[in-house]
């Protein structure tokens, strides 16, 4: 079983930034593709991004493209997501998930989910 918590969420002005980060433990992180979902209220789950268990392959949705970086550390167990300029519309849950697939952006094929982390941007 993996665990899967989040951090790093909060409240900002439009143009600003923030990292979010998720730490796993409880069984082998490194080898799990692991990606970012974002949940805005009303809306359904939507993709952000994607890292593959070497940290070689990404993947992004195109409307966080360009702003958003994400990255990971084996040795530490952790996932991030910088987030730059950031817009109202970023506004959402963010959570962390775990997949044995290849990268992908199918929230069917994650088998392990955190809990999320808010962030809201105010305009």
């Known amino acids: 079983q993996l665990q899967l918590v989040e951090s790093g969420g909060g409240l900002v002005q439009s143009g600003e930034s923030l990292r979010l980060s998720c730490a796993a433990s409880?069984?082998?992180?490194?080898?799990?593709?692991m990606g970012w979902f974002r949940q805005a209220p009303g809306k359904e789950r939507e993709f952000v991004a994607v890292?593959?268990?070497?940290?070689?392959?990404?993947l992004y949705a195109d409307s966080v493209k360009g702003r958003f970086t994400i990255s990971r550390d084996n040795a530490k167990n952790t996932v991030y997501l910088q987030m730059n300029t950031l817009k109202p519309e970023d506004t959402a849950v963010y959570s962390c998930?775990?997949?044995?697939?290849?990268?992908?952006?199918?929230?069917?094929?994650?088998?392990?989910w955190g809990k999320g982390t808010q962030v809201i941007v105010s305009s």
């Open positions: 998930a775990a997949s044995s697939y290849s990268y992908n952006r199918d929230p069917r094929r994650y088998a392990y």
């Open positions: 409880g069984r082998t992180f490194s080898s799990l593709a």
């Open positions: 890292i593959s268990w070497s940290g070689g392959s990404l």
